[in-house]
């Protein structure tokens, strides 16, 4: 299981965008029942961190938003007498 930080960008005017930061990268040890951190990045400061990346825009290669919107979609025409 690997966590993000989410920090602040800015580009020196007015405007700022969320990004994020790597964390730490935990594996569950089934020998002891617990998460133990594998890898470790250094914490990197609230606003403009040096390292950084920019949350996606665009649905996954999967695919799976667009099933589930087609999915909501089929059930929100579905008249109001019908259970689920």
């Known amino acids: 299981m690997e966590f993000n930080k989410i920090r602040l960008q800015t580009n020196f005017s007015d405007d700022f965008q969320l990004v994020y930061t790597d964390s730490n990268t935990y594996q569950y040890k089934f ?40 999915h909501l979609a089929q059930v929100q025409n579905l008249p109001n007498s019908i259970h689920i």
């Not at 029942?33 to 649905?59: A, D, E, G, Y």
């Open 31 to 70: 020998a002891n029942l617990r998460w133990q951190p594998i890898h470790t990045i250094l914490s990197f400061p609230l606003i403009n961190p040096p390292t950084f990346s920019l949350p996606i825009t665009v649905p996954n290669a999967l695919g799976r938003e667009t099933e589930y919107q087609a």
